[in-house]
């Protein structure tokens, strides 16, 4: 069964640095992309950041872009966010994702979430 | 980016009827990369259709998917007690990702 656990949600000041962690258990994490999603309170879903495979080519929103850092340790089965100047438009809850491919060479989708940490930028 | 909006922003029904979900792509999808997903509140979004057309694992078949290009169509066939959510739909063909705003079946 899949299981992915986030971890390291905290109220912080703005200006302030955040690690978030999303422990993965239940398939072979270096074989699969990785993504992180935010639902900033009462609000919708958008998409923060994803990290591919083996090379580990990143992409980020324009809104994250420069300020946070995904990064994937396949030796620990953990995803990482690394969150540097944060704003409190950066308040959210934190999805990690495990993106599926249908077939080899089709685009994947976020197909397994964990649970969510929360985090809280004010002063 | 693509900016996708879906229509109503809240559908009120009753259980045993139909519910019909819009989701517009401002420019077109490509090769129909467009998912959906349920979230109840307090709980992670859970995915009930990929590829447009295609149902995850495990999800009813009185959830269906349809449309290509951009405009796409999430059905609920007869409506049960547990699915009063909220609904969103994914473009995942380009960077970034984006959602639509989402769509909340009440009773």
């Known amino acids: 069964e899949v299981q992915l656990l986030e971890s390291g949600g905290d109220l912080v000041q703005p200006g302030g640095s955040l690690r978030l962690s999303c422990a993965a258990s239940?398939?072979?994490?270096?074989?699969?992309?990785m993504s992180w999603v935010r639902q900033a309170p009462g609000e919708g879903l958008e998409w923060v950041s994803a990290?591919?495979?083996?090379?580990?080519?990143?992409y980020y929103a324009d809104s994250v872009k420069g300020r946070f850092t995904i990064a994937r340790d396949d030796s620990k089965s953990t995803l990482y966010l690394l969150m540097n100047s944060l704003r409190a438009e950066d308040t959210a809850v934190y999805y990690c994702?495990?993106?599926?491919?249908?077939?080899?060479?089709?685009?994947?989708?976020?197909?397994?979430w964990g649970q969510g940490t929360l985090v809280t930028v004010s002063s | 980016e693509i900016v996708l909006t879906q229509s109503p922003g809240t559908l009120s029904l009753s259980p045993g009827e139909r519910a019909t979900l819009s989701c517009r792509a401002r420019?077109?999808?490509?090769?129909?990369?467009l998912a959906w997903y349920q979230q109840k509140p307090g709980q992670a979004p859970r995915l009930l259709i990929h590829?447009?057309?295609s149902r995850a694992t495990g999800i009813p078949d009185r959830f269906s998917g349809s449309g290509s290009g951009t405009d796409f169509t999430l059905t609920i066939s007869r409506l049960e007690p547990e699915d009063f959510a909220v609904y969103y739909c994914?473009?995942?063909?380009?960077?970034?990702?984006?959602f639509g705003g989402g769509t909340k079946v009440e009773i």
């Open positions: 590829g447009a057309s």
């Open positions: 994914l473009q995942y063909g380009s960077s970034p990702l984006t």
């Open positions: 239940g398939f072979t994490f270096r074989n699969y992309a």
């Open positions: 994702a495990k993106l599926v491919e249908v077939a080899t060479g089709t685009k994947p989708f976020p197909a397994y």
């Open positions: 420019q077109s999808v490509s090769s129909s990369y």
């Open positions: 990290i591919s495979t083996s090379v580990g080519t990143t």
